[in-house]
């Protein structure tokens, strides 16, 4: 059963699916919103970004139940991960149910608050993010404004190939896409997500990073991957890829079944601060995939 949402008739001047002109289209997504003033398409994940007040509206859709998510936005699992629960509360929308969640979260010194609208149904969850320092307090009502402005259309072609930088070329192997979330392209084995079977992601990170020891870097990023606390470092190379240097790192890991894994990580450093990051897992056919991942990783280039 696909996600299917009843949509608020406006003026008759009003687009179908509760789009009026106003509305942009999130490439990669369904969804379509009215963004704040001075907020323009992101190149970095799917969604608009103010880069003057450091602010952005990211939209994901998680494979997963909204109930399911709804109920792990608890003030102990947020405290977990390093954000305070300011307020959550159930909302009418689009003649439905969804859920507005505020939080607050530090990052490098600076206190950034979240506004985080959830809706969906029982296969999928939508998540629409806004966020913003509190520096640009000002902004929170329009951030707000906006995420409640959000329309889903479940006709609208969302090929997430349109929505990030890069192009990644995996024919010839048994890898498929299977999600595309936040500027990264997921490709597994069985094209499902979640899955056991080995995986693959291609994405770029969001923000620019300080790294003056890019080595050091590529390392400590490897140990923050899901239970990379646990990884073993193999091989390091310099690596270069679309004009772009970087490191690849070949590394033994453990699943969440504590199974062996092969982890696979390239990282390439852009001029103008940002990165690109491959990683790819497997706990089967070892050597098979780790040339999979290198054949793969050399077809990367940019938009």
Do not use: W
Request: some cysteine.
């Amino acid at each position: 059963m696909k996600i299917k949402f009843l949509i608020t008739l406006l003026t008759v001047s009003e687009l179908v699916f509760g789009q009026t002109e106003n509305h942009k289209v999130i490439a990669g997504t369904k969804c379509s919103i009215i963004p704040p003033g001075e907020f323009v398409v992101s190149t970095s994940f799917s969604g608009f970004q103010n880069n003057k007040l450091g602010a952005s509206i990211m939209v994901v859709e998680i494979p997963a139940p909204m109930q399911t998510i709804v109920e792990s936005f608890t003030a102990d699992a947020l405290k977990s991960k390093g954000m305070t629960l300011i307020d959550k509360q159930t909302i009418d929308f689009n003649k439905s149910k969804a859920t507005l969640v505020k939080v607050s979260q530090q990052a490098n010194g600076i206190t950034y608050f979240k506004q985080i609208l959830l809706f969906g149904d029982s296969i999928k969850t939508v998540l629409v993010n806004g966020i913003y320092p509190e520096a640009s307090k000002v902004i929170e009502n329009e951030i707000k404004k906006s995420l409640l402005s959000t329309s889903y259309n479940e006709n609208q072609k969302d090929n997430p190939l349109d929505a990030v930088k890069f192009k990644i070329d995996v024919s010839g192997t048994d890898f498929r896409l299977a999600k595309h979330m936040t500027g990264s392209l997921i490709f597994t084995t069985d094209g499902q997500i979640p899955t056991e079977k080995p995986s693959l992601i291609v994405g770029n990170s969001i923000a620019k990073v300080s790294t003056e020891n890019q080595k050091q870097y590529c390392i400590d990023r490897l140990k923050k991957l899901p239970g990379g606390e646990l990884n073993k470092l193999k091989e390091i190379n310099p690596i270069q890829i679309d004009n772009l240097q970087g490191y690849e790192i070949v590394a033994d890991g453990k699943n969440k079944d504590s199974k062996d894994q092969l982890i696979y990580q390239i990282i390439l450093f852009s001029e103008t601060g940002d990165y690109f990051i491959i990683v790819g897992m497997a706990t089967e056919d070892l050597e098979k995939n780790l040339k999979s991942f290198r054949n793969i990783a050399k077809t990367f280039k940019r938009k």
